[in-house]
Structure formats: C-alpha cells, structure tokens
C-alpha cells in the first residue's frame, strides 16, 4: 500500500500527486493534511512512518515545503529510509542502492510535472539488494 503525508506547505503539490495515482489505478491512502491550514510536519510523518512500518510491501510519500522537515521526522523511526529527492535520478538511486521506503519531496521547490516523474520512477524501481543489502542493513541503530 502506499501512503501519502503533508504539511500545508506539501498540501497542493500532495493533492496534484493524487490525480496522477488515481488516473494510473495506483491505490493510495491520504493521511493528510487536508488544506493549506498551517499544521506541523512532525505530526504527519510520525502518522506516515507508522502506516509505512505496518508492512514490508507499504511505501510512503511525505512532503513539506522544503522536504527537510518531513525527512528529518520520518528518519527518526527504525526502519523507514526516507529519500528526499529533488530529481529522477535521486529517485532511482534511493531504491536501488538505499531501499528507500519513503520518498520525500518539496513542495515548495518542485513542480508537479517533476514530482510526477520523481514519483513515477520511485514507485517503479526495485532494490538491488547484492552488495548494498548490507550497507541497508547497517542503517538502523539498535
């Protein structure tokens, strides 16, 4: 499953993610915001690592407006690798090499036409495992 998470910062930049996921039959949950009403990042990306740390298989999306905040919160949890990406290429990398489980993105810096194709190449690229499986693996402090 995947979950998407905002700030109000992120809300406009979630809400257009949204209309991509939906024209592509990608099944999604909101776990807002739900406006542009200023909130606190932490409070959606603790609620966003939570769902994402449910399942192996779930995946996350978390913006801000700088997508420093959000990434900051998220990484804090054992377990979620969260990429704030700014390119496809960052997208790509963060799955294949870092099994990122949590794409984050700034909703202030980013177009959505960009976003989309960040998106896009996130959710469609698998983790390469080999030689960086136990570089993943040292991530987590216990």
Same mark, same amino acid.
């Given at each position: 499953?995947?979950?998407?998470a905002?700030?109000?910062?992120?809300?406009?930049?979630?809400?257009?993610?949204k209309?991509?996921? $939906?024209? &592509? %039959?990608?099944?999604f %949950?909101d =776990?807002?915001? *739900?406006?542009?009403?200023?909130?606190?990042?932490? #409070?959606? !990306?603790h609620?966003?690592?939570? /769902?994402? =740390?449910?399942n192996? #298989?779930?995946?996350?999306?978390?913006?801000? !407006?700088?997508? =420093?905040? +959000?990434?900051? $919160?998220?990484? @804090?949890?054992?377990? +979620?690798?969260?990429? @704030?990406c700014?390119?496809?290429?960052?997208?790509?990398?963060?799955?294949?090499? *870092?099994?990122?489980?949590?794409?984050?993105?700034?909703? &202030?810096?980013?177009?959505?036409?960009?976003?989309?194709? +960040?998106? $896009? /190449?996130?959710?469609? $690229?698998?983790?390469?495992?080999?030689?960086? /499986?136990? &570089?993943?693996? /040292? +991530?987590?402090?216990?």
């Amino acid at each position: 499953m995947l979950f998407l998470a905002s700030d109000h910062a992120g809300f406009p930049l979630k809400e257009s993610l949204k209309k991509v996921l $939906t024209e &592509r %039959e990608i099944t999604f %949950e909101d =776990l807002g915001t *739900n406006s542009e009403e200023s909130v606190d990042y932490p #409070d959606f !990306g603790h609620a966003l690592a939570e /769902k994402v =740390l449910e399942n192996a #298989d779930n995946k996350g999306v978390g913006i801000c !407006g700088t997508g =420093l905040g +959000i990434s900051m $919160t998220l990484n @804090r949890h054992a377990g +979620i690798r969260a990429a @704030r990406c700014v390119s496809i290429e960052d997208a790509e990398l963060s799955r294949q090499h *870092n099994n990122a489980n949590v794409l984050v993105l700034a909703g &202030r810096q980013l177009d959505a036409k960009l976003a989309a194709e +960040i998106l $896009t /190449k996130f959710l469609a $690229t698998e983790f390469e495992g080999g030689r960086h /499986k136990k &570089r993943v693996e /040292k +991530i987590d402090i216990a």
